[in-house]
Structures are given as C-alpha cells and as structure tokens.
C-alpha cells in the first residue's frame, strides 16, 4: 500500500515536471503538441485540467497568430495597391503636363526610359534602377505649375520672367511630391536633376558628388532627348551629334561617369538614329 502511494507520488511529480517544461516551452513561444500527452484519463486531476486548459489556450493563440499574419499580409498588399495608385496619379499629371507642350510629349517616359538603361549601364541595384526610372518620368512635374508662356516659342533667348519660372520648376516639382513617403530618394533627385557637375546649373548650384547620383543621370538621359527631339527653336539633331555635345561637356555639364555609361547603350543610337535633313544647330538647347 505505502509502496502504492509512494508510486503514484512520483508518477504526479514526473507529470508535474513535464507541465512545468511545456509552461516554460510555451512562455518562450515554442509551441508544440507534447501539452495533449498530459490530457489523457490515466492523469491525476489537477494536472490534466491545467494541461486541457492549456491546450485550449494555445489553440486559441495560433488561431489569432494565423488570423494577424493574414491581416499583416492584407495590410502589405494594400499598402502597394496605395503606392501604384499615388504613382499612377502623379504618373498621369506628368502626362497631362506633356498635353499642354507639343514639343515635349513622350520626352518624360524616354527620360525615363534612357535613365534606367544608364543606371542599368552603372551596376546600380535594381530597386535604385526602379527608383532612377520613376524619377524620369515626374521630372519635370514642377511644370505643372508654370504659365503657358514657358511652352510657347520664344526668339532666342526665354525672356527673363520666363528663365525664373523654368529655375523654379525642380523645387516645385519636389514640393508637390514631398508628402509621397514611398517615393523616397525620387523627391530629391527630381530637386537636382538640372544642378551642373562645375556648380553652374540650378536651382541650388550643387556640385559634383554633392549631386544626388540619380539626379546626374537623369541629367544625360534629359539632355540627350532634348537635343534629339524637334523644339521650336531647334530641329533634332542626330544621335552623333547629341553625342558630341555630351562628350564634350562631360565633367563640366554632365557627370564624365554617366555619359560613359550613356555612350556604352548600343541600344540607344539605332532606336534614335534617322536621316537627318536639316543641320544640327551645334549648340546646347537651353536648360527646361
Ligand atoms: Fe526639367
């Protein structure tokens, strides 16, 4: 008998021990099933109310476990679904900007289009290529801005109140996109993508390496197709020729690196190259 007792004792104690274990297992966030090995009717009372207790709390935290992380996931995909629709917004009134100039329409998707090959070209990481890409198409959506006289033809050289509105275009284009978060780096490289390698450019005469990276890209890719598309106060010039001109000023206008990277995209000059029947002016068409 007193053998008996002292059995059922140490039967008690071991269960005991494992309930402790599983209790701690559990606090440490390491769920399993062994809790279930202590519900059974062989069990001494107390410990398999705590263990079927147990077991129903565990089930009742993993159901909610699954049910966050399917919330978490909802919340991501609506969080991209925001992004793309912001995008596609500021997307759209870039495009809209382009309706009210002729000689411009098209030129914010083959900035972008050029830029990306360029970072591409430079080995920058695909995400910064994304982001280079994005920022060619809303460079230019400080514009929107801007009284029409800015698209209208002039003689020459713009009129000094226009000058000012143009210089004025990259700080409103980054005012307008500040508040998009997800935009990032896009906002200040839009801010910069008309600042000049040797400081002279605008609207805060950065210099060199102060220049952000992407901004000296979209630098090349914007230059090339304003020189490459007809304006009102030059025809396009030929790919040769554009090419010159960015050989030419590379380490003063443009970033040395970046027309490198440029001349390299073989698959620029046949897309771009036709038979040109007037003459290139020669020169460099004013900055817009
Ligand atoms: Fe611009």
Redesign the pocket.
Known sequence: MAGNARREMNDQSNELSQLLAIIENVAGGNYSNDIMALTGSDVPGPIRIIAEAMGMMMVKVETREYQLELLVQELRSLNEQIKRNSLQTVSSMAQALEARDAYTRGHAERVAGIAALIACEMGLAPVTVELVRTAGVL??IGKIGCSDRIFQPHEARNPPDVVKEIMA??GAGAEILKHLDFLGEVVTIIHA??ERIDGKGYPRRMKGNDIPLGARIIAVA?GYDAMTTDRPYQKGMTHQAALEILRGQAGAKWDADCVAAFERLQVIAPAQEQPDEGEPTGTTPPA?
Do not use: A, E, L, R
Request: proline share 12%.
């Open positions: 460079h230019d275009h990259p993508h008309h914007d817009q």
